[in-house]
Structures are given as C-alpha cells and as structure tokens.
C-alpha cells in the first residue's frame, strides 16, 4: 500500500527499470497520470492515492514490465499534434518519422497547386502503408486544402486508419479517402495515375531478425519487417510510386538505417526519377530518401 504517488511511481520505476525498459521514470508517470486522468506533470505527488489504485496501477505496471508497448496499454499514440489510437494490429507510429512528415508538409506549403490535364487541380497526396494514417492525417492536419489518400491493406490496422480518420475530422483536419489495397498491385488508385504531387511512405523495412527490443515484435510482422535485406516492399511499390506521381511530383520514403542507399539504387534504376537524395532524422541517421518524378 502506496502512502503517496511519489512512492508508488518510485516504485514502478524500479520494477520498469530492472525489466529493461528504456525510459522507466518516464513511462511510470504516463501511466499513473493515465490511470487518474490527469496531465503527466500535474500528479499530486505528496497527496495518498484513490482508493484501488494500487491494484489498478500495479496491473498496468505489469504489463509495461513484461515489455508490452506503452501504446498498447494507453490505447493512443502520439504523432505530432495528433492522437491516433493504436493497439494490436497495427504498427505503432515512432517519433522519427514525423521528420518525413514535416517535410511533406514543408513542400506542400511552398508549392503551388500543379497543373493537370483539365487545368488547375488541388494538391494530391498519398499515404502508402498508412497503418494508423500517421502520415495522411499529419499532412491533412497541416495542409487541409490537400486531397489525402491513405492506402492499407491490413483488416486490422483499416479498422484503426478509419476511427484515426473520422477522429481527425471531427477536430478540424482535412478529409482523408482511407483506401484497402496492396501498395504493390499495378491497379491501386489508378484513378490517380499521374496526378499526385506527393507521395509519402513508412513501409515494412527492417531486415528479417530476432535482435530487436520485445516492443517491436507487437507490432504486425508484414508491418515492420521487408524480408531478409528489408527491401522487398520498397522495391515493389516504387512502379506504384511512378505510375501515381504527376512530373515534378515529389516523394519520400522512410527505410532502415542500414539501406539508404539500397533505396537510392532502387529508384535510379526504375527510370523517370530525378535528385533522388538521403534525408537524415534528427540523430543523423539517413532515414529516408526523397525524389522528384521526371518531366517527361
């Protein structure tokens, strides 16, 4: 029995930080002020704690113990502004990528509309592996006079893309068309064949592996991982990415950390793109490649 929260976060503090976890005093905080509805750095710490909530905190601190992603647990994730709601099913959207996101968003801003066959079009932007819709709902947030296509092909992660979807809306983000189909079928959106001005992507890209910290492995496998060298979805969809983007269209592909140039290489021998270049995140690290489609 906990006489205050301060004693009951120490203590779950030391039980996440004997188990591994990366950030336990962080994590510990996030879920008692989860538990008694409150802002992480509002919890009375001196004060004695509701009645049950020792059993009830002690319950969520098993599960962080035993490695469960705090997403799972806290049932949302955050990307930027944005609340998604995520659980299994569906990966869970990191930090880094919002440096993609941000760099949509930066080059829909500086860009006029571009130019279709009839005149004059809004701008296209398509979210390819959207999972929760992290990516299309951040540009609709930022951007909400853009037309925003999430594509995923997922039961599962579609059921969350959707509710992310409608949450978005209802708080005054841009409308974003959740669409159910394989990134890599020579039909998806051809509706919108050479018409998109953006193309945005977190694929699976990690390399097959049993190395990686116990979070990860919640996360849907056909997620996360693109085969033996983490390259097989990429290299599959770069004929959608070509077919959907207009010339002068742009896109941006997040990949693992040891594969810039492998995705460099993709793109260079798939004719039609141009100042194809890495874009490191904010350690450094190459983390995505960007290009520009050819004016053909």
């Not at 029995?1 to 930080?17: I, K, N, P």
């Not at 659980?87 to 130019?115: C, H, K, M, Y």
């Not at 193309?199 to 592996?209: A, I």
């Not at 039609?272 to 190459?286: H, M, N, V, W």
């Amino acid at each position: 029995m906990f006489h205050t929260y301060q004693e009951a976060l120490r203590d779950a503090t030391e039980r996440l930080r004997a188990a591994g976890v990366p950030s336990p005093e962080w994590d510990a905080r996030v879920l008692a002020a989860h538990l008694i509805y409150c802002g992480h750095m509002d919890i009375p710490l001196s004060h004695e704690p509701m009645p049950g909530f020792d059993v009830a905190y002690g319950a969520l601190v098993g599960r962080r113990e035993a490695r469960e992603p705090l997403q799972h647990i806290l049932g949302t994730a955050w990307f930027g502004p944005l609340e998604l709601d995520v659980g299994p099913g569906v990966f869970i959207p990191r930090p880094e990528t919002e440096v993609l996101a941000d760099w949509g968003v930066r080059l829909l801003q500086n860009s006029p509309a571009g130019e279709s066959a009839t005149g004059r079009h809004d701008l296209r932007v398509v979210d390819l592996c959207a999972g929760s819709g992290a990516l299309a709902l951040y540009v609709a947030h930022y951007v909400p006079q853009a037309q925003v296509w999430a594509v995923e092909l997922s039961d599962a992660a579609l059921g969350y893309l959707t509710r992310n979807v409608q949450r978005c809306a209802a708080q005054g983000g841009g409308p974003v068309d959740a669409v159910q189909c394989d990134v890599t079928h020579p039909d998806t959106l051809a509706d919108l064949d050479g018409t998109v001005d953006l193309v945005l992507s977190n694929p699976p890209y990690v390399p097959e592996t049993p190395d990686l910290e116990p979070e990860v492995y919640h996360d849907p496998h056909e997620a996360v991982f693109g085969g033996p060298d983490g390259m097989v979805t990429i290299n599959a969809m770069i004929p959608t990415i070509a077919r959907l983007l207009r010339p002068g269209g742009r896109v941006g592909i997040e990949h693992d950390d040891a594969t810039s140039e492998a995705v460099q290489r993709a793109l260079m021998e798939h004719s039609g793109f141009e100042e194809i270049a890495p874009l490191p995140d904010l350690t450094g690290t190459a983390r995505f490649v960007t290009a520009r489609r050819g004016v053909q």
